[in-house]
Each structure stands twice: as C-alpha cells, then as structure tokens.
C-alpha cells in the first residue's frame, strides 16, 4: 500500500494513504466541524427574548437540559457504567466522591468561597472545551498515520489553547468581564495589568503564526491533514471571536452547546468502536452500538439521567435556605451545586478519556 512521507519542522510521518476522517466525511462535518454554526443559538435565543438577565437564565436551562447536562452524563457511559472500567480503576472511581464533596463545601462555606467556587469552574471548563479538540486532533493525526513530531504538535496546541484568552484577558484587566451579575476572582487579581493582555496577545500571534507557517510547509510537502485543518480553523475563530459579546454568560453557552453536541457524538461513536474493538457486549450500552442505529436510544439515555442533578438541586435548597441572600448571583447557587458536582466529576473523568484518541478511531480502518 502507498505511504506518504513527510518533513516538517522535524516531523517524520509515513502513512498509509487511507482517508483521514473519523467516521465519515459527511458525519465528520456534520457532528464535529460544521457543527459549529449551534454556538450561534444561544445568542440569538437571549436577543430574541429581550437580552434581559431573565432571558440569559432562560438560555441557561434550555442549554442545560437539551446538551449541556446530556453531554456530562454521557462521560459514565464509558466510566462508571463499563464494568472493565470500574474492575481496573477502582480508586480513580472511589477519589472522583471527593469532587461533589468539595464543591458543596466552597458553595455554602461562605460568599467569598462561593465566587472563588466559579472562577476555578469557568477556568477549569475553558481548558475541558480546549482539551476535546486537541483529543479530536490527536485522533486525527492518528487516524492519518501520522507520526508528527512534538513541534509539530505543540504548535497545534498552541494556537488552540491561546486562541480563547486575548480579549477575555483585556477585559479582565479592564474591568468588563463579569458572568451574570458575579465578577469573578481572576478579574480583580488581573485588574489594571496591561502588561498581561500584551503578553497574551503576543502568545497568540507567535503561535497563529507558526501554525500558518506549518500548515504552509506541510501543504508544500504534499500533504495537509483537511479534517485537522479545518476543525483548528473554526475552535480558533469561535474562541477568539466569543469573548467579545457584551454577555459573556449567554456567549461562553454558545462555545458549551457546540462542545456539548460535539461530545454527545464523540461518546456514542466511541461506546460503539469500543464494543467492535473488544467483540463484547457491554449491557445497557449494546443498545446504542447497533450499526446504523442507537443515537436516540444513547440520548435519552443521557436524558435519563438528569434527575439526578434535579435531586441535588432539590436537596441543597431544603438543607441551606436562603443560601447568600441578597448577595450577586446567589439566586443561582443551588444550580451551580447541583451541577457542578457532577460536572467537575466529568471534566475529571475526561482529562483521563482524552488521551486516548485511538478511541475515536476503528480498529478496521487503522489495520487495514
């Protein structure tokens, strides 16, 4: 079979010459790359109810419910709810109780606890959105056979993990960055530090530019990673672009829909390679790796489990009423309890999950 070979910036990369998307090319685009257009919805959901802060709650349910919410639960499909998984990683699985433990305590220990509580999750969750598509390039670059080198790749890094910071950091260090009415800690520690949005702007150019560079000499040696390519190019104008709405809750939910409704794919068609790769069968799960078949039956399951966040939710109001009253944004604190303490919960799991990119990729097409 032919192999293409290729030199840049110390890449040495022979592959197989085998199409380079995950599934499909349609499937790809559809579920990963062009998906892209739903971080658009969000906001046009709050201007269309009025821009008032109830509608930024309202976009905050319907993102909740639908995707956001589905999306977390999805992660156990491949954690809590394989058994093989539990079997081999016991006290990974026993340590993750400590997450809900701890963000209930910082919710109710004090205000000052509680605001801290949201800056370490809005932190934390824009490297967990960065993370996946570095996951999906690393699955990409696998998928092609190509063996690139660390350069190579920390350039594509990079350019991803910088892309998100150059405007959310100038108005951190000018003031203007709140979420719903909570200006978080970092924005008061960032305050009036000019010389941080000069350095973080300057981070994003070297590494736009050496990208543009790379993806140039890659295009000269006769091959360019198109799926790669393209998924890059659209994370690094939505996360550039995003931070500059007036609304920064409603337009971070519209990076959090795209994610979310990217994940919920990624995690059915990684359930359904995993039991083609192992040849069994895993319970409940089977019914959503049926070739051609199971995305609804996947969903609702994820659906399924949403109570559970409606339980906790229920139960901190009844035990701390009136949790920080008066205070900004205390009206949203027991959502915040009941859905941090799983969300931490996935964005652990995952940190483990994404670095296994082979398991978006089948075994049929990588062997033969």
Same mark, same amino acid.
């Given at each position: 079979?032919?192999?293409?070979?290729?030199?840049?910036?110390?890449?040495?990369?022979?592959?197989?010459?085998?199409?380079?998307?995950?599934?499909?090319?349609?499937?790809?685009?559809?579920?990963?790359?062009?998906?892209?257009?739903?971080?658009?919805?969000?906001?046009?959901?709050?201007?269309?109810?009025?821009?008032?802060?109830?509608?930024?709650?309202?976009?905050?349910?319907?993102?909740?419910?639908?995707?956001?919410?589905?999306?977390?639960?999805?992660?156990?499909?491949?954690?809590?709810?394989?058994?093989?998984?539990?079997?081999?990683?016991?006290?990974?699985?026993?340590?993750?109780?400590?997450?809900?433990?701890?963000?209930?305590?910082?919710?109710?220990?004090?205000?000052?606890?509680?605001?801290?509580?949201? *800056?370490? @999750?809005? =932190?934390?969750?824009?490297? $967990?959105?960065? #993370?996946?598509?570095?996951?999906?390039?690393? &699955?990409?670059?696998?998928?092609?056979?190509?063996?690139?080198?660390?350069?190579?790749?920390?350039?594509?890094?990079?350019?991803?993990?910088?892309?998100?910071?150059?405007?959310?950091?100038?108005?951190?260090?000018?003031?203007?960055?709140?979420?719903?009415?909570?200006?978080?800690?970092?924005?008061?520690?960032?305050?009036?530090?000019?010389?941080?949005?000069?350095?973080?702007?300057?981070?994003?150019?070297?590494?736009?530019?050496?990208?543009?560079?790379?993806?140039?000499?890659?295009?000269?040696?006769?091959?360019?990673?198109?799926?790669?390519?393209?998924?890059?190019?659209?994370?690094?104008?939505?996360?550039?672009?995003?931070?500059?709405?007036?609304?920064?809750? *409603?337009? @971070?939910? =519209?990076?959090?829909?795209? $994610?979310?409704? #990217?994940?919920?794919?990624?995690?059915?068609? &990684?359930?359904?390679?995993?039991?083609?790769?192992?040849?069994?069968?895993?319970?409940?799960?089977?019914?959503?790796?049926?070739?051609?078949?199971?995305?609804?039956?996947?969903?609702?399951?994820?659906?399924?489990?949403?109570?559970?966040?409606?339980?906790?939710?229920?139960?901190?109001?009844?035990?701390?009423?009136?949790?920080?009253?008066?205070?900004?944004?205390?009206?949203?604190?027991?959502?915040?309890?009941?859905?941090?303490?799983?969300?931490?919960?996935?964005?652990?799991?995952?940190?483990?999950?994404?670095?296994?990119?082979?398991?978006?990729?089948?075994?049929?097409?990588?062997?033969?």
């Amino acid at each position: 079979m032919a192999t293409t070979t290729l030199n840049v910036f110390g890449t040495q990369a022979r592959a197989r010459v085998v199409s380079p998307w995950l599934r499909s090319r349609n499937w790809d685009l559809t579920f990963i790359t062009f998906s892209v257009i739903t971080a658009a919805l969000p906001y046009a959901i709050y201007l269309t109810f009025g821009g008032t802060d109830t509608a930024r709650l309202l976009v905050n349910l319907i993102v909740s419910v639908l995707v956001g919410g589905p999306h977390m639960y999805a992660t156990f499909t491949r954690t809590v709810l394989d058994r093989d998984f539990v079997k081999n990683r016991p006290a990974f699985i026993a340590s993750s109780l400590l997450i809900p433990a701890a963000v209930i305590f910082m919710a109710v220990s004090s205000y000052e606890s509680y605001v801290w509580l949201l *800056t370490l @999750f809005f =932190g934390v969750a824009s490297l $967990h959105a960065l #993370q996946q598509i570095l996951w999906l390039t690393e &699955a990409y670059n696998y998928k092609a056979r190509l063996a690139l080198s660390w350069p190579s790749r920390l350039i594509d890094y990079a350019v991803v993990l910088s892309s998100l910071y150059p405007i959310a950091v100038w108005k951190m260090v000018h003031g203007q960055f709140t979420i719903g009415q909570v200006t978080l800690k970092i924005s008061q520690l960032l305050y009036g530090q000019m010389w941080i949005t000069y350095l973080v702007w300057a981070g994003f150019a070297l590494a736009l530019i050496a990208f543009i560079v790379k993806t140039f000499l890659e295009y000269r040696a006769g091959y360019v990673n198109i799926p790669k390519l393209a998924l890059i190019g659209v994370t690094v104008t939505l996360m550039f672009i995003t931070p500059a709405f007036s609304n920064m809750d *409603t337009a @971070f939910q =519209g990076i959090n829909t795209w $994610h979310s409704f #990217q994940y919920l794919a990624l995690t059915w068609y &990684a359930n359904r390679l995993s039991e083609e790769k192992s040849g069994q069968r895993r319970g409940l799960l089977h019914t959503i790796s049926q070739p051609g078949s199971g995305w609804m039956k996947f969903y609702l399951l994820c659906m399924a489990m949403l109570p559970i966040s409606g339980l906790l939710f229920l139960g901190a109001r009844l035990i701390w009423p009136d949790l920080h009253h008066g205070l900004p944004g205390a009206a949203e604190v027991y959502s915040y309890i009941a859905i941090l303490s799983i969300l931490l919960v996935h964005y652990y799991h995952d940190a483990f999950l994404f670095t296994k990119p082979d398991a978006l990729v089948s075994s049929q097409t990588r062997d033969g």
